[in-house]
C-alpha cells in the first residue's frame, strides 16, 4: 500500500500513548512535510511496535521517547529514541541478531525471546531500507531505519503532497 508515513506513524504512537505509564514521556518531532511509502503497513507496523516496546520495556525509570523522521535523499530516515538503559558499545552491534539479548539476568526478568529486532531487520531490509541502533549504555538508545520514499507523490513544485 501507499500510504502517507506521518499519519500512518502517528496512528502507531497514539496507540501506546493510550496505554503508557506517566513515568514515560512522548515528543513527536515530525516535519512540516508529508512523507510517502510503499509498504506492507502489517509488516512494518510490526517493526515499530518492537522498536516502541523495547524503548519503554528498557527504559524502566521512564525518561522521554522521541520519535521523528525526514527525508535523506530517495529514503525516509526514522528514529526512535529513548533515554533509558542503553547497550554496552560492544554489543550494539550484536542486537539485531536472532536470539541476541544484552544480558541474560536482565533478559530474563524482562520477558520477550530476542526475535523482535531480528525480525525487523529482515522486515525492513525486504522493504529495501536499513535499520541500526546508536546508544550509550546508561544514557539511552536510539534506533534509525530508512524506508524508499514514494517519490510518485513529489509534485512539480518539489513540494510533497
Ligand atoms: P522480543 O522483542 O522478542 O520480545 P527482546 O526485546 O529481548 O525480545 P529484541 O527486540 O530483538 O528482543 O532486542 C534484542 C536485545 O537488544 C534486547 O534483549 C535488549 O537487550 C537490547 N535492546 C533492544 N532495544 C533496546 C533499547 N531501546 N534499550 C536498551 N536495550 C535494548
Ligand atoms: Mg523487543
Redesign the pocket.
Same mark, same amino acid.
Given at each position: 500500500d501507499i500510504v502517507l508515513f506521518n499519519s500512518f506513524f502517528n496512528r502507531i504512537i497514539d496507540r501506546f500513548e493510550m496505554s503508557k505509564s506517566d513515568k514515560v514521556m512522548f515528543e513527536r518531532l515530525f516535519p512540516e512535510a508529508s512523507y510517502y511509502v510503499e509498504i506492507d503497513t502489517d509488516k512494518v507496523t510490526q517493526v515499530i511496535d518492537? *522498536?516502541i516496546?523495547? =524503548?519503554i520495556?528498557?527504559?524502566p525509570d521512564g525518561g522521554n521517547i522521541r520519535f521523528g523522521f525526514t527525508a535523506r535523499e530517495d529514503m525516509l530516515k526514522v528514529m526512535i529514541s $529513548?533515554d !533509558?538503559? !542503553? *547497550?554496552p558499545k560492544e554489543n550494539v552491534g550484536r *542486537?539485531?541478531e536472532r536470539f541476541? +539479548?544484552? $544480558?541474560r539476568a +536482565?533478559?530474563r526478568s524482562? &520477558? &520477550? #525471546? &530476542? %526475535? !523482535? %529486532? =531480528?525480525i525487523?531487520r529482515e522486515m525492513i531490509e525486504a522493504h529495501g531500507g536499513k535499520i541500526w541502533?546508536e546508544?550509550e549504555e546508561g544514557h &539511552? #538508545?536510539t534506533?534509525f531505519f530508512t524506508l524508499p520514499l514514494n517519490l510518485d507523490d513529489f509534485d512539480e513544485a518539489g513540494e510533497w503532497e
Open positions: 518492537n *522498536i516496546s523495547n =524503548a520495556k528498557y527504559s $529513548d !533509558g538503559m !542503553g *547497550i *542486537i539485531f541476541y +539479548r544484552v $544480558d +536482565r533478559a524482562m &520477558g &520477550g #525471546t &530476542g %526475535l !523482535g %529486532l =531480528a525487523a541502533a546508544s &539511552g #538508545t534506533v
